[in-house]
């Protein structure tokens, strides 16, 4: 067997290749999406949003305030009753593949903008986030005539009249609040608008403060694609509009991408309401080695585990067990591969990590790496170099992580993975599933055998074995625990926006 | 000479025993006539608390057990009643309901066991998905089971309400911890003896009895259950619990105001309620597609 270290930062010198920012179409200050139309917010307040590789600022965005809230909810249910639960499933799908494909033909224009507006490699705006938002538009739209196959007889069970349908058909639930984060801006839009639109449903959608403008140059491509004013509406502004959002009466439904604390103050906040709800939360996720795993395809799924998108990511492989007899070659190899890492411009095509999304982000993770040095974590970081400007982090690992740690236990949201080793098959699954979350995990070994078991033993929702970090509009997503309730994608993705 | 009867004591369910509740305390049971019935165990948050512990420890074993296992050890539960069943008729009418109600409650609670017994292998099949994922993995969702769940049981149908709300949450795996009908808990503690002879694991149902007054609090808040099914109380006690099930984000869902004779509260998709989605991926060798084509 071959050891050999991997030298190719030595080998290879990469020229800068940036992606042109000279096509994309950015105004200088955005309001507020309602009713079909761009609307001043009545509080007249902007804020900006910044770039968080410069610092500088990209465009000013409207902050709305209660007030606001109320327009875009009525905008929703006028919608919602004079137009959208009227229109024949097969109506609201061409819509909505229409809407798909004005996304494809302006793919690259949404990517370079979700980089400069979130930090993400370009590589994976343009080759991820984008075609993934528009493929799940573009598989809803199919579903819009054919959700009686989705759950058949669901609708028989006539007592439960708050929460299910008439008898043998599939029922819009009416507005639905949507709030989406900073990690995936204009993914989780389409993660959100895409199902809740196929089922009948029209849509208040709040993107997060940092990362607001894929979503509002959606609501520019939805007004162009004709969709009936006011079915979808978006509105811009830090908690407290996603609280007046959350807290307002005309709602029917929420649906909650975030951290597991919001997600906790939303699911007490409409207690005893019989506004509908799912979350899906945040994760800690075991990434797991055996040692007959296939040594460098197992660190390449590290990497893609923990340090794709800065690790911002909920389901982040951020735990990473290692089996005894193969952690020494595994964290390794592990460490020269993160040398290679080019930690830097989004914009830039060879950038592997780019920046932290925000200052507060990054004091966040700084907060957690000086927790773990204190906790005698073992700190390790690569040798890279980080810009001046902007906010940055290095690969960080903690090597001698254990389970208490809060490095472990905690959801930290970035580029830092804690690494712990074990023994048994028993042992690993203990560690894994003792843990509040339960969102994802990952498994790597040779043995088939072994891959089911424990992908049926450990409590998480989406079990990636032998890959990790892939995700499908087919192929529904969402926790166990405190990673939140209800599955976003796939056929099961339909049943949050379906009575 | 009248020979005298022996008459029961009624005790609560954890772990597969029969204990007292640790609290020493009762409360006294009494027929139409005033005439007491029995002394009901008052249980109290540490009842709840060695329930929840046992559902817990059980939760493993019993979801690891095949599908067509817990099929058969549910019929074997059905079984069981059908012997008894002259047992849960007196009690009902002890506890005031009429001859005719009592008979029809109890045959509708024999027959919805039967009736879930068969869905445990296969809802499965109906609400699992082969997901066509475009990039090169095979990909596939199932229901599993979420664990530890809490029941309030309802007042009426003190035996027909347990058991359409047991029966969805333990066929797939989970296990319970169970408050009975204050009103009416004797059907609750003589099935619980159903149980215990039916081969079910101890833990996988534990029956307390008491009043929802007192331990809803702790059905909700509790940090180790995954999921609550409320079928007493009012608006206030629904807001209450809800709120409390916040603390962990348990699955909460409020089954009151259902007429539990009725056939349309028997449905697989309650099933699904205490399930949880797993989708599982593995990579897929891309070899020798165009030799493919014979």
């Known amino acids: 067997m071959t050891d050999n270290k991997l030298e190719l930062k030595e080998g290879w010198k990469y020229s800068p290749s940036p992606e042109s920012t000279s096509h994309i179409n950015l105004q200088k200050r955005y309001g507020l999406f309602i009713g079909g139309k761009f609307v001043k917010p009545s509080s007249g307040k902007y804020f900006p949003s910044i770039n968080p590789a410069t610092e500088e600022k990209i465009a000013e965005v409207a902050e709305a305030n209660e007030k606001d809230v109320n327009a875009a909810v009525n905008a929703a249910r006028k919608a919602y009753d004079k137009v959208w639960k009227k229109m024949p499933g097969a109506e609201r799908g061409k819509y909505i593949f229409r809407i798909a494909r004005l996304l494809q033909e302006r793919a690259r224009e949404f990517a370079v903008i979700e980089s400069m507006d979130g930090g993400k490699p370009i590589r994976e705006s343009r080759d991820i986030d984008i075609p993934l938002a528009a493929n799940h538009f573009f598989y809803y739209a199919g579903w819009a005539d054919k959700l009686e196959y989705a759950f058949p007889g669901k609708g028989e069970l006539a007592p439960l009249s708050s929460r299910r349908g008439g008898r043998g058909e599939a029922k819009a639930l009416g507005v639905a609040a949507q709030i989406i984060p900073w990690n995936f801006p204009l993914l989780m839009a389409a993660w959100k608008i895409a199902p809740a639109l196929a089922c009948g449903n029209t849509v208040v959608l709040k993107p997060a403060e940092t990362t607001s403008l894929t979503a509002l140059k959606l609501a520019e491509l939805i007004a162009e694609s004709g969709l009936p004013d006011g079915v979808v509406n978006i509105i811009t502004g830090a908690g407290v509009t996603g609280a007046a959002l959350v807290n307002h009466p005309g709602i029917d439904k929420i649906a909650f991408t975030g951290s597991t604390d919001v997600g906790k103050l939303i699911q007490k906040s409409v207690a005893g309401t019989k506004k509908k709800l799912t979350l899906e939360l945040g994760g800690k996720a075991a990434n797991i080695i055996f040692d007959d795993a296939p040594i460098d395809q197992a660190v390449e799924g590290i990497i893609n585990g923990i340090f794709f998108n800065q690790g911002h990511v909920c389901c982040a492989g951020s735990r990473l067990f290692v089996q005894e007899g193969v952690a020494e070659t595994v964290i390794r190899k592990l460490k020269d591969r993160m040398e290679t890492l080019i930690v830097g411009d989004p914009l830039d095509k060879n950038t592997d990590i780019g920046a932290i999304n925000s200052k507060q982000q990054l004091e966040t993770i700084k907060k957690f790496i000086e927790i773990g040095k204190q906790e005698g974590s073992g700190f390790y970081e690569t040798s890279c170099n980080l810009p001046s400007k902007g906010f940055w982090c290095k690969p960080t690992l903690f090597l001698n992580a254990s389970q208490s740690h809060r490095v472990v236990q905690e959801e930290i949201f970035g580029p830092v993975l804690a690494v712990q080793t074990f023994r048994t098959v028993e042992e690993v699954i203990e560690k894994a599933n003792n843990i509040p979350y339960g969102l994802s995990a990952g498994v790597w070994t040779d043995k088939g055998s072994k891959i089911f078991n424990l992908t049926s033993k450990l409590r998480a929702g989406v079990v990636w074995a032998n890959t990790y970090n892939k995700f499908d509009p087919t192929s529904p997503f969402g926790g166990y625990k405190e990673s939140g309730f209800g599955r976003e994608g796939g056929l099961h993705g339909l049943s949050a926006y379906l009575k | ?294």
């Not at chain 2, 599908?67 to 069981?80: C, P």
């Open chain 2, 1 to 294: 000479m009248t020979m005298e009867e022996v008459q029961k004591t009624y005790k609560i369910y954890i772990g597969g025993q029969f204990p007292r509740t640790e609290s020493g305390r009762y409360y006294p049971l009494f027929d139409k006539k005033k005439k007491l019935i029995a002394n009901v165990c008052l249980c109290s948050k540490k009842d709840h608390r060695n329930a929840v512990v046992a559902a817990r420890n059980v939760f493993g074993a019993w979801s690891g057990r095949s599908a067509f296992n817990r099929s058969q050890i549910l019929y074997r539960i059905a079984e069981m009643m059908e012997g008894r069943k002259d047992q849960f008729i007196h009690e009902l009418l002890l506890q005031g309901v009429s001859s005719g109600e009592a008979k029809k409650e109890v045959r509708l609670s024999i027959d919805r066991m039967v009736y879930y017994a068969g869905w445990c292998d296969k809802y499965q099949a109906v609400f699992s998905s082969v997901n066509p994922v475009a990039s090169s993995h095979f990909n596939f969702s199932v229901p599993e089971p979420t664990g530890v769940v809490g029941i309030l049981g309802p007042e009426s149908f003190s035996l027909l309400g347990l058991i359409s709300l047991i029966a969805p949450v333990i066929l797939s795996g989970n296990t319970c911890v169970v408050l009975a009908s204050h009103s009416k808990p004797l059907c609750a503690v003589t099935f619980a003896e159903v149980l215990q002879t039916s081969d079910l694991p101890g833990g996988v149902v534990n029956i307390l009895t008491g009043t929802s007054k007192e331990l809803l609090e702790h059905f909700a808040s509790h940090m180790d259950v995954n999921a609550l099914l409320l079928a007493t109380g009012d608006a206030a006690s629904i807001k209450m619990a809800s709120e409390k099930c916040a603390l962990n984000v348990k699955r909460f869902f409020d089954r009151l105001g259902i007429d539990w004779s009725s056939d349309s509260t028997q449905s697989p998709y309650y099933i699904l309620d205490t399930t949880e989605i797993k989708t599982t991926w593995h990579p897929i060798e891309n070899i020798g597609a165009g030799k493919a084509g014979y």
